[in-house]
């Protein structure tokens, strides 16, 4: 099985990645969004941690750049329903301390948004994970940021490209800094610039 793939980056965009190893052979890897942000620039050197599916008809790997995303992968392709795909698109979604904080709340709510995940797939996520998680991190609980501005802002990142997770983040970064932000679009949006990922 492989486990751990070094090598030079040869071709990304969201969701997959191709890591040249010795040798000359060119691997390729699904990912999941935060994973693809973290990359660096085509040519350089890149270390991801794999997990690898053996189906009948194909070899697919997983990949990920910090050890922790790929447990919870496996935590979550171990629940009936998730396959490695939807675990993919979850983590995608969610940063892997916001998917376990979500799981532990019972925060159907936040799975839901998903793209896959329904209603009851959401509360199997919840019963079967939410007592096998206690060795993960969990993010901290921040007030939930409110302004005029807030939901433009979101919004304009958003129409940029940018994950809405990564936009929450990063918007929620900077009111806390600063919370006269959350009523000023411009200051606010340049303050979000310039530390979302």
Known sequence: MIA??????????????IVETGGGVGYEVTIPIPTFTALPALGEPVSLHIFTQVREDQIALFG?????EKRLFERLIGVSGVGPKLAITLLSGLTPERAVAAIRAQDHASLIRIPGVGKKLAERLVLELKDKLEDFAVAPVTRQVQGPAIEDVLSALTNLGYQRASAEKSVQAAVDKDDTLAADFDALFRAALKTIR
Do not use: C, D, S, V
């Open 64 to 68: 990920f750049r910090e050890p922790e």
């Open 4 to 17: 751990h793939l070094r090598g030079k980056l040869i071709h990304k965009q969201p969701g997959m990645a």
